[in-house]
């Protein structure tokens, strides 16, 4: 490898996308991951024989390329699996995506009466401009509806009241989903409108998504890259708007790495403090007003078998801490030991300045079997264990003003003539695994000469986890 070459920051699915294209290209390159596993959030956390997904990575695209690379990784360790998952609210459990019939019999007539009059308000008397997650839901829902299946579980996920969010946010994850159009299937009426639905199944590594990534590292090392894991980048150099060198650090010290290009997926916000000559005050400023979502999962492990269907389990009744459960060995019967023994991964939402994100493991395994015994999912008398996962900066917060913050940090940056921002903390942007890998792909293509812009992944911000409908006859 010669002394001067690109260099990858993050093994996540952007950069491992980014340093195999060009390995394949026969570029050699290097890739740069802090941790000692490769994938990010997307790596799987082991723990005496038990996996552990970190926020549930189901494998979905309509991108062949990206399927292909998928398939090609794998092979017949790439499983099919059913997707299962439900709202739990006052004891009871209702379908996701909410279906009118079972949403009204499980909350009763004098409920259901209000959301029907809520919703019909919500039509004449709609909330605009739609600014906020609050604008855009109530709109589409009803306010009783809104404050029953979605306010409580938004809080928890983000921290902040849903006034707070902006409409970008919803308008990507409950993208086609309305009750209007419900209630008119429901009652079989024609809809001229496509009716959005959820896949019925979805691939997965019989061994979590850490194995997708690390098998893709072992390819990239077979055509001619490097990795070098537990390195972190704490100081990106430049001069003549070029990225010229990387600071890294280690446990036993620091090293100073040239580079002819630089990709980027730490966050966006890191990246741009860390650049050195410094940005001016305004940049820096846009950096500080972005924020990043922790989460932390809580795993519990059991002498029995799973308890239920689901693959994850979204928790909206407020008296629970916990805002999602994951039912790992429905995810792949690999991701717990053999035998009646099974896992749940309780995740906490949180940032990193929060009393929870600083609790001692024991405490937070406290928490979630208290959690665990409000829902009564499992016996306590049949768990073994428990293990802690943290994972800073997991998710982009859409805030009120993001895009202009962003738009500040783009413009500063687009002077790089060699530095690419790729991925979900390198763009800023609420991509799927399949989008973050995109960029990193389109990103090494750009190095290579093609017109094309990694930005361009998702810019329409649509959440790709729905299947296509025919229209209701």
Same mark, same amino acid.
């Given at each position: 490898?010669?002394?001067l ?5 993050g093994?996540?699915?952007?950069g @491992? *996308?980014a ?5 394949? =290209?026969?570029?050699?390159c %290097?890739l740069l991951?802090?941790? $000692?596993?490769?994938g ?9 024989g ?5 926020g549930?990575?189901r ?14 990784t794998?092979g ?16 009871k ?12 019999a499980?909350?009763?007539a004098?409920?259901s ?17 739609e @600014? *906020?997650?609050?604008d855009?839901?109530?709109? =589409?829902?009803g306010?009783? %509806?809104?404050?029953i299946f979605? $306010?409580t ?8 009241p849903?006034t ?7 308008a990507q994850r409950?993208?086609n989903?309305s ?17 959005a639905?959820?896949?019925?199944n ?14 893709m590292?072992s390819r990239l ?16 150099r430049?001069a003549h708007?070029?990225?010229?060198a990387?600071l ?5 010290g620091?090293e100073l790495l ?11 916000t ?6 050195s ?14 924020r990043?979502r ?14 239920l269907?689901?693959?994850?389990i979204?928790?909206?009744?407020p ?6 459960l994951q039912l ?7 991701m ?16 990193e300045?929060d009393e ?25 008398e049949d768990?073994?264990?428990?293990f802690?996962v943290r994972y800073a900066?997991?998710y982009?917060?859409y ?33 799927n695994?399949d ?8 990103a ?21 986890e729905?299947?296509?409908?025919k229209?209701?006859?």
């Amino acid at each position: 490898m010669s002394s001067l070459y690109p260099v990858i920051i993050g093994g996540g699915p952007a950069g @491992i *996308s980014a340093a195999t294209t060009l390995a394949e =290209r026969k570029i050699p390159c %290097l890739l740069l991951e802090k941790d $000692k596993q490769m994938g990010g959030l997307c790596k799987t956390v082991t723990y005496k024989g038990f996996r552990c997904d970190i926020g549930g990575h189901r494998f979905f695209t309509k991108n062949r390329e990206i399927q292909t690379i998928w398939e090609k990784t794998l092979g017949d360790q790439f499983l099919v699996r059913p997707r299962v998952s439900r709202i739990y609210y006052r004891g009871k459990f209702f379908n996701y995506p909410l279906k009118v019939a079972n949403a009204l019999a499980g909350l009763g007539a004098a409920e259901s009466l209000k959301i029907v009059i809520s919703y019909l308000k919500s039509q004449v008397f709609p909330t605009k401009p739609e @600014i *906020s997650f609050d604008d855009w839901v109530s709109n =589409r829902f009803g306010r009783v %509806l809104f404050n029953i299946f979605f $306010k409580t579980y938004t809080e928890k996920v983000w921290g902040v009241p849903c006034t707070v969010l902006s409409a970008d946010w919803a308008a990507q994850r409950i993208r086609n989903l309305s009750l209007g159009r419900a209630l008119i299937n429901a009652v079989g009426l024609k809809n001229s409108s496509k009716v959005a639905s959820l896949i019925d199944n979805f691939h997965y590594p019989r061994l979590g998504p850490g194995q997708m990534y690390e098998a893709m590292a072992s390819r990239l090392h077979s055509n001619g890259g490097e990795v070098r894991k537990g390195l972190e980048v704490v100081e990106v150099r430049h001069a003549h708007h070029q990225v010229t060198a990387l600071l890294t650090r280690n446990g036993g010290g620091g090293e100073l790495l040239n580079c002819s290009h630089c990709f980027s997926s730490m966050p966006i916000t890191d990246l741009v403090q860390r650049m050195s000559p410094s940005p001016p005050d305004e940049v820096l400023n846009a950096a500080r007003a972005l924020r990043y979502r922790s989460i932390i999962t809580v795993n519990l492990l059991f002498k029995r078998s799973v308890a239920l269907p689901d693959n994850w389990i979204y928790l909206h009744s407020p008296e629970v801490t916990a805002g999602r459960l994951q039912l790992y060995k429905n995810w792949s019967p690999a991701m717990a030991p053999a035998g009646d023994h099974s896992s749940v991964g309780f995740e906490y939402f949180c940032f990193e300045e929060d009393e929870l994100w600083n609790l001692p493991d024991a405490e937070l395994i406290g928490k979630a079997r208290q959690d665990l015994s409000h829902l009564g999912f499992y016996n306590q008398e049949d768990w073994l264990d428990g293990f802690v996962v943290r994972y800073a900066k997991a998710y982009p917060m859409y805030e009120d003003a993001y895009e202009k913050h962003l738009a500040v940090i783009r413009g500063w940056l687009s002077q790089f003539s060699n530095l690419y921002c790729i991925g979900r903390y390198g763009q800023f942007r609420y991509n799927n695994m399949d989008h973050s890998m995109m960029t990193g792909i389109l990103a090494a293509r750009r190095m290579l000469g093609e017109d094309i812009d990694p930005w361009s992944v998702n810019s329409e911000g649509e959440y790709l986890e729905e299947k296509a409908e025919k229209a209701i006859p």
